[in-house]
């Protein structure tokens, strides 16, 4: 398990790709962003911190789709069907596939947001500006808003 604190956001990802839990934290704090990050390698690893954070859970949480034990589609099914706080809390589907049914899957188990991983840094650390930028108060989830490119 991987952390980088720059404070505030607590925010939680979930990839089994080590490289790409280094470049999320790297890009995280190449921006600055006001966040609190906590990267580990699968779903199980993922629900399991979940559980243990129940007074302190993260306000967003980056999800790959393909991992080992558990899949980022079970956690997001099985996150979204808790009671309690842990059902608000944004998940983000981040992956590398752009298959529109894994798009319209993650929209109906419901992702708040679908990003394929860009290809480069840089695209990378517009994407999670970009997320950053959101008002998650005012924003409406729709299926046309849905893929963040």
Request: proline share 3%.
């Amino acid at each position: 398990m991987l952390e980088q604190q720059n404070a505030q956001r607590m925010i939680y990802m979930a990839d089994d790709d080590e490289d790409d839990r280094m470049l999320f934290l790297d890009a995280v704090h190449d921006l600055n962003l006001p966040a609190s990050v906590t990267a580990v390698e699968d779903g199980m690893e993922l629900l399991d911190k979940l559980s243990q954070a129940v007074k302190h859970l993260p306000e967003m949480i980056f999800l790959d789709i393909n991992m080992p034990r558990k899949n980022g589609f079970d956690c997001l099914e099985e996150i979204r069907s808790t009671k309690g706080d842990l059902k608000k809390v944004k998940i983000i589907m981040l992956s590398t596939s752009s298959n529109p049914e894994n798009i319209e899957l993650s929209y109906a188990l419901g992702a708040d947001f679908y990003a394929v991983k860009p290809s480069t840094f840089e695209g990378l650390k517009n994407l999670l500006q970009k997320i950053f930028e959101i008002d998650w108060n005012s924003v409406k989830k729709s299926d046309k808003q849905f893929l963040l490119a």
